[in-house]
Structure formats: C-alpha cells, structure tokens
C-alpha cells in the first residue's frame, strides 16, 4: 500500500511538472513579465525533483532476489500458463503510466528550455521591415497633440510617434531635432528631407535597440564637435548633418532617417517611411 501512495504522488509530480512546462510556453508566447516565467519554470523543475526523489526512495526496487521456479505438475498446467501469459492486458499497467507520464514531463520541460531560443533574434524581413510610416501622417507626441514646426527650435530635442500607430512598436519613436539649415550636408537625395533644418531620425539604436535620448548640439562649433544624436548605453554617436551617418561607438549602421514635410497649417508630417529598417543590426540587417 506504501508503494501504491509513492507511485500515485509520483504520478501526480509528473503532471505537475509537465503542467508547469505548458504554463511557462503560454506565458512566454502571452508576453507577460519574467517573474512568471520564472516562476513556472522553477515549479516545474521543483516538481520533477520531488518525483525523482519520491521514485528514488519509495518506489524503484532498492533490492533484488531470486526464487527459485517450482516445476509445473504437467504439461497441461504448463500450456494453460503460456496461455495466460500470451494474452494481453486488460488495462494500463503501473509500469506504464509511471513511463508514459514521466515521457510527457520530460517533453513539456524540453519545450519550455526550446523556446526561448526563438528570442535570440527576429526574423529581419518580418520584423525589423515593419514600419507604420507613411507619407501623409502627422508626428505626435505622447499625449498625441500634433508636433508644430514653429514649436522645434534650434538645437532642441523630442521624441515623437505617428498619430494612430502604437507607440510601443520598433519603429514608431523617432526623435525630432532642428539645426541652422546651411548647415546640413545631407545627401543629395534628402535634399528636401529636413525643411528649414527640421529632422526627424528614429529613436531605436541600431546598435541594441536601446533608445537615443541625447542630442549634442554645440554652442561655439570652433572649439566643439558637430551636432550628434547619442545613445547613452553605449555611446554610439550619429552625424545628424550627414544624414545619421555613424561616428563613434559600436553601432554597425547609420540611424535611419525619416523624410519631414510641414503641411499648409504648420504641422509636421511624414514624407515617407525611413531611409533603413530602424532597430539594431541583428542578422543580415545592415541598411
């Protein structure tokens, strides 16, 4: 009767445990924090060592022995017991759903350590190319009020977002910024992309996707370096003047640029979608 409890509690562990797996692949695929994953991870490896521990004590056999076989009486008591021995079983035996319920925890827990491995890096063409720019849409702050062009002075710094999109995704923030016009040196085909020195680059590094928060913008530029966007992480630096091109730091790539027109009511509008897929250089994205 000890046996039979271990082998039940045993059993149930092994849900347990192929339970916790399960739960850890749906809340990796819901997106919901670390801590929850953490926490259905660490349950299911808790419950595989209990019944490890449980199987290893109580119901693996610890001891062997052999008796010995008495003789059948006849051959016929012998044939009636080849007999019974050839046919199948009624019902799952013990053995077997110990086995089978320890094959589905181990599946479950293989699954759950499998997974992650998908986050190491997006696809570059589904994700990184995704862009809700599009010529025509106003750039918005956080609280979605228009961005005015007269608003954005010289050497001034803010984030914005296209109206309607969501603001969490890659390529949504960008950061406007505004320099003396005859001092941009961009290339010739976004000669028209920066009206009266407006600019607007986007705000995700290309290096780890952290975010750009600081503009350098010099106040006597013989004794200082040229206006720059910076990425305080890791201090990639970003020649706004030349079109976002890299001049400093780890970053692999210019930061992608987004084409500016200001409408008839003074409002900054998109004039198209980026220069490059904004994001870091994960993969084959290199432009």
Known sequence: MKTRRAELLVLALLCLTAAGGIAFVAVYFAGADTQLLGLTLGLAFAFAAAACVIAGKAVVPLEIAVEERPKLADSKQQDELVDTLEQPADAITRKRLLTTAAGGAGVALAGALVIPLVSLGPDA???????????????????DDPIVADDIEVGSFR???????????????????????????????????????????????????????????????????????????????FDVLRGGDRIFGPAGRPLPQLPLLIGADGRLVAGGDFSGRPGPSWWGVRR
Request: proline share 12%; glycine share 6%; aromatic share 8%.
């Open 125 to 143: 063409n589904k994700v990184l190319s995704k862009s809700p720019w599009r010529r025509g849409l106003l750039l918005v702050g956080e609280d």
């Open 159 to 237: 984030t914005a977002f296209p109206q309607g999109a969501d603001k969490r995704g890659l390529a949504s923030p960008v950061v406007v910024i505004r320099v003396k016009p005859d001092e941009l040196r961009l290339p010739p085909e976004r000669s028209d992309w920066a009206p009266d020195g407006i600019m607007a680059y986007s705000k995700i590094c290309t290096h780890a996707a952290c975010a750009v928060s600081l503009f350098r913008y010099p106040l006597y530029a013989p004794n200082s370096p040229g206006p720059a966007l910076v990425c305080p992480c890791h201090y990639s630096t």
